[in-house]
């Protein structure tokens, strides 16, 4: 049975641009949750989707949103990128609201 | 008050050791416990879910929630080098919905 996937594994961009990073949860898996783990910090909630809908949200700026697709696949998106914004992006997925979380190998977003 | 306390370590023991680590939290409402490891540059992996107090053993591992003092440890048994990796608990449920927090993490390394 095929993992949490992530894309891409890796993205550079400046300051000002917009990143978009991409998840596909395990088949069957219907949420969907991101995570910032930024260098020497935990990991730190971003929003969590279910069904098609937002469903929490982390205390990040509204620069930071996302969105489920109706094949529960999801994709964060972070405009006006700042320095701060390097860190790894996790993705996980996790079966109907258990709260059990299967993770991705995430995706390494560097901003100079 | 963070809702989850965890001591970032390091923690440094020799093989074979029996390994201790804990977390403390304030939100009573949490139901689902979890510990995940995380190798350098990886996804955090699944290690123990547990719901309600009580013990959970699994192979060298046991998970232990004691929810009158809001303090759950996972212990490790006959320690490994390969068990060398960052610890994080994490917790759930309740009025929060199923948004995980985590804890900041305990890294581990066994010495050979």
């Known amino acids: 049975e095929a993992g949490v996937t992530q894309s891409p594994t890796h993205l550079i961009k400046t300051r000002g641009q917009q990143a978009t990073l991409r998840c596909s949860p395990i088949s069957g898996h219907t949420s969907v949750y991101w995570y910032q783990q930024a260098l020497g910090l935990g990991l730190q909630f971003l929003l969590w989707?279910?069904?098609?809908?937002?469903?929490n949200r982390g205390n990040f700026p509204p620069r930071f949103s996302g969105r489920q697709f109706p094949n529960y696949s999801s994709e964060l998106n972070v405009n006006a990128l700042e320095l701060e914004d390097s860190a790894l992006y996790l993705c996980a997925s996790s079966p109907v609201a258990t709260g059990e979380l299967f993770f991705g190998e995430g995706s390494r977003l560097t901003v100079l | 008050q963070k809702e989850v306390e965890q001591d970032p370590g390091p923690l440094s023991v020799p093989e074979g050791a029996i390994v201790s680590l804990n977390c403390t939290y304030s939100?009573?409402?949490?139901?689902?416990f979890m510990w995940y490891r995380q190798y350098s540059r990886k996804g955090p992996e699944l290690l123990m879910y547990?719901?309600?107090?009580g013990n959970k053993e699994d192979g060298r591992f046991t998970a232990q929630v004691d929810k009158s003092s809001k303090y759950i440890s996972l212990f490790i048994r006959d320690s490994q080098p390969s068990d060398s990796a960052t610890y994080l608990c994490a917790m759930t449920g309740g009025t929060g919905g199923f948004k995980t927090i985590f804890g900041a993490g305990t890294r581990l390394f066994v010495k050979a």
């Open positions: 547990t719901y309600s107090s």
């Open positions: 939100n009573s409402a949490f139901q689902y």
């Open positions: 989707y279910d069904e098609g809908e937002e469903r």
